[in-house]
């Protein structure tokens, strides 16, 4: 069964930081580029990074600089270090899973995704 269990969301001031995990199983993870969406209130789910499984990574440009994706495949874990982090960041982020190296910015191209993890940035 196909599982991916992301967690490290939570409560966080303006200027703080977040490190999101996701924690994948029932697939072959070193050969599924790996994705980081989130999605607002009363907005579409949209995309913040990818990383293949080559570790190639490509970032919102809203978040370039700030965010970074990493992965670690002995144990089939990706991870998004989210610093300097703003109120617009507040959102659910997902995790999410395309076969293939390459990722992509489009929520139709992901085969598998997470339930997702709140983050909420606050004074």
């Known amino acids: 069964q196909v599982q991916l269990v992301e967690s490290g969301g939570g409560l966080v001031q303006p200027g703080g930081s977040l490190r999101l995990f996701c924690v994948a199983s029932?697939?072959?993870?070193?050969?599924?580029?790996m994705g980081w969406f989130r999605q607002a209130p009363g907005k579409e789910r949209e995309f913040v990074a990818h990383?293949?499984?080559?570790?190639?990574?490509n970032y919102l440009d809203s978040v370039k600089g700030r965010f970074t994706i990493s992965r670690d495949n002995a144990k089939n874990t990706v991870y998004l270090q989210m610093n300097s982090l703003q109120p617009e960041d507040t959102a659910v982020y997902y995790c999410?899973?395309?076969?293939?190296?390459?990722?992509?910015?489009?929520?139709?191209?992901?085969?598998?995704w997470g339930q997702g993890t709140q983050v909420t940035v606050s004074s």
């Open positions: 990383i293949s499984w080559s570790g190639t990574t």
């Open positions: 029932g697939f072959a993870f070193r050969n599924y580029a």
């Open positions: 999410a899973a395309r076969t293939g190296n390459f990722g992509s910015t489009l929520v139709r191209a992901y085969d598998y």
